[in-house]
């Protein structure tokens, strides 16, 4: 046992937060060159265990060592990781949209001849990087001309240029597509190659089993096992069991006794242009929901289903609208949020710390904030109130946090998604959209928020669910709308639909 | 005994201002002999804080929302200028022409506010070219004779007057006395009653002892003002002034619905929009408030000086902002409180008042003004570091 070669050693590691023991006597061996997966249900501690190896968290806020080739190291700041080989890639991107990809690459650390900067070897070397990471596009591009997938392998492509030999990973794959994520995982593949060791977190078991070595499962702040899965195959049942310390039997709960009323929601013709863009992004919509359904939409990054919810819910982006719009049979007219607050409709954002969660405040701020006025008692918000539905809400959707009043953005993913789902039920909604609900969250969360979905249709709300995981499309619509180029280029009753029909109409 | 440590360390940012409030005063008391700390010198402190106070409250609001004003000093001598014309060139009396000129002032509000959240300027800019703007308005209005004096009585008690006395128990003005008691009951009730309500809830409250050293450190500080004050004429109006607005504000930002809103745009804008807030609205009226409070400030100053001159309210938006940013207000926005900028503001004018006693020139003075808002800054940084990481 004792020739195994490890490249790094993470001893008896605990951390603390005020109230929180976020890591307790954790383990966590990597081999030299392996793809090592670390997966674990929502705040077990991943995240913080990766931050600690990056210096992030300084030596001496923690507890324990951390051993790289043999020799134990104090990192006092993420420099000093990266001199040690170290790059962390966060799951949102650190690059700066309005420079070039060269620019990007070489940002802090750019190629100088004398005092100045050598912009031209910096381009043949950013070239001969993005050939690395297998992206065919020229390195003059702006950042935010490309989409998020070549974003992340720039990411990779920026740490790749300071020579790293410890590639962390943090949820690389949350917001990619399946391409974006096929391409990510061949470039890891070569980067095994090259002797480069990767770290990645993530809550997709599909993908982890394909491409782990090592899978390592972290509960509650422990290390609860260290799966080998170059010798066997490992089941996902079996990690599950792991994570959430018990069998799930069916990740999609069952409904029982459905009850589908009459349509109270409906698109007609809608199509939006985008003044931004200079192009029509959603063309000739018909689509409607009936109470007490869940409609799924389907579709592949960049098909309209974000701006359509926007569209639908005040039109923030201020598109050109054409078509009608209706609720419960009227011709309505949502041009703010909230107005379609008024007709009960939430929106639940895909981009929880982008534009669905004031992240300074605590839970109990932004579980109320979208709907005061259920508060209000003449000038004033009743405090106690406010305490006691907080609460109520923070129990329903099983928030894991010491209190209301912990600020939301020291919570894990998942917990913070659970906040949004908290803050939209609060507004009491009738359609409730749901975009991406489960993104970034783990099986155990998953099945807590389908679980609450499934409350919900049966008290009679109308569920959207905008998703790019197919699995979950298929096992929580009663109704699937495909959509393609700002279209809809399908409509499939559940009980007909499968995956391979449904990406046929997505890239039809 | 680890615990409360503990507590302190993750809140000295709220007890750092006071701390560095008392260092001031004792600093300032023995560098002028006692000078700083006699009664006439600290009401005179109290009222010079005042126009200041008013600014920072307003100020904080704009903060919080992730904007600036440059303006309100200028504006506020503006104002005032325009106030004494009202009253001595056109005999409007004093109520009226303090009623004109506060609406003056949220009229202004309306079109910075509408610049800024509809147009889409930015704040600095416009606030920058209101700041320019005002001062040539403030230098046309005061050019015929320079300085206009104020002779309206009623108008200059507002800024040098004090409340009725009631007589006198032990040479001390009765009023003040019985206000003072008054207040330091209500706190201690109020102090008691937040806690319970906070237990009750499970909700982190502070070390038992601790809450009784503020109880006591509270209540003897509020003590020795009021002896102070009432060995003189005892409260003017300008603290009641204050006094109401920091109330008002206090209670807007923590207990309305406007004051979450404002919050909320603060901590991030385009989550407090899908969460069905105007923002383009809430900004409005942020600079109306903000604009009102300015001729607010503009009436304190004339008042106080009897007078409007060419040089009024120059230099007070730094005073106001420095106040802020002192009062734990956050550069990048959704943080603050108005009673913390109330503290950063007397910080400001104690600074001036105690400097200016000891017959420092400006020179050396705004040197060490901006050294000091530095140091609060980083200060400010490092505490709220220290509270991640620990
Ligand atoms: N700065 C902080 N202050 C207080 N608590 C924190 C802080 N950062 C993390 N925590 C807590 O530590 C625990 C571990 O969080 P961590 O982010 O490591 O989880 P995770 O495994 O990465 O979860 P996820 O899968 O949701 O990303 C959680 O309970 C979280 O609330
Ligand atoms: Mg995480």
Known sequence: MGNIDYILEMDNIGKEFPGVKALDGVNFKVKRGEIHCLVGENGAGKSTLMKILSGVYPAGTFSGKIILNSSEQHFNNVSDSERAGIAIIYQELALIPELTIYENVFFGHELKKGQFIDWNETIVQAKEMLKRIRVNINPETKIKDVGVGVQQLVE?????????????????????SEVDCDN?????????EQGVTCIMISHKLREVISIADTITVLRDGKTIISIDATERKVGEGEIIKHMVGREIEDIYPKRKDIKVGDVCFELKNWTA???SKGRKILHNIDFYVRQGEIVGIAGLMGAGRTEMALSIFGNTKHYDIQGALYVNGAKKFLNSPKKAIEEKIAYVTEDRKGNGLVLIQDIKFNTTLANLKRLLKGFFINQHEEVNLAKKFFKEVGIKAHSIEQSVGTLSGGNQQKVSLAKWLFSAPKLLILDEPTRGIDVGAKFEIYTVMNELVKRGVSIIMISSELPEILGMSDRIFVMADGTITGILDAKDATEEKIMEMATA | MNKSSKFFRRNIRDYGMFIALAVIFILFTSLTGGTFISPNNISNLINQT?????LAAGMTLVIIIRHIDLSVGFLSGFLGAVVAILMTNYNIPAIPAIIIILAFGGVIGLIFGFLVAKVGIPSFVVTLAGMISFHGLLLFATQAGGTINITDHFFNEIGNGFIPSFGRIAGLTTSTLMIGLIGILLFIYFQIKERNIKKQYNFEVSPIAFFFAKLVFVSAMITALILVLAVNSGISWTLVIVVAVIFVFSTVLNKTALGRHIYGIGGNPEAAELSGISVVKVTIYVFVIMEVLTALAGILFASRMQSASPTGGTGFELLAIAGAFIGGCSASGGVGTVTGSLIGALVMASLTNGMDLMGLGSSVQYMIQGLILVLAV?????????RLNS
């Open chain 1, 156 to 176: 990779i492509g920026k740490s790749l240029s300071k020579k790293v030999k410890i590639l962390i990973l943090d949820e690389p794959t949350a917001a990619l």
């Open chain 1, 184 to 192: 990510l995982f061949q470039i890891l593949r070569d980067l095994k």
């Open chain 1, 273 to 275: 242009f985008d003044p």
């Open chain 2, 50 to 54: 005042g126009y200041i106070a008013v």
């Open chain 2, 378 to 386: 980083v200060f400010d940084i490092m505490t709220r570091k220290s």
